[in-house]
């Protein structure tokens, strides 16, 4: 079992950055899969970047390929998302998840999930 812990989230202007942690206990947490979701205003929970135990599989929606990173230090037992050219419609609260399995954009494959952290993108 691991327990998730989000920081970083924020206010922020379009184009600018921001990085998020997500800090897990328990020493199995480098055997997860590692995932980012968020959860606009009024919408469902979407899928963003995910990494695998490796630290070199990762996965990335569309619509931030380009702008978003995700990295992870195992030995540190966090991951990261770091976040740059920031858009209004980027706003969402981040939710950081763990999942035994490989399929990334499947939210039902997470058993571990944070309180998630809000990411505020002015224009």
């Known amino acids: 079992q691991v327990q998730l812990v989000e920081s970083g989230g924020g206010l922020v202007q379009a184009g600018g950055s921001l990085r998020l942690s997500c800090a897990g206990s328990g020493r199995t947490f480098s055997t997860y899969t590692m995932g980012w979701f968020r959860q606009p205003p009024g919408k469902e929970r979407e899928f963003v970047a995910a990494?695998?135990?490796?630290?070199?599989?990762?996965d990335y929606v569309e619509s931030v390929k380009g702008r978003f990173t995700i990295s992870r230090d195992n030995g540190k037992n966090t991951q990261y998302l770091q976040m740059d050219s920031l858009k209004p419609e980027d706003t969402a609260v981040y939710y950081c998840?763990?999942?035994?399995?490989?399929?990334?954009?499947?939210?039902?494959?997470?058993?571990?999930w944070g309180q998630g952290t809000q990411v505020t993108v002015s224009s």
């Open positions: 998840a763990a999942s035994n399995t490989w399929s990334p954009r499947r939210r039902y494959q997470y058993a571990y």
């Open positions: 990494i695998m135990w490796n630290a070199v599989t990762t």
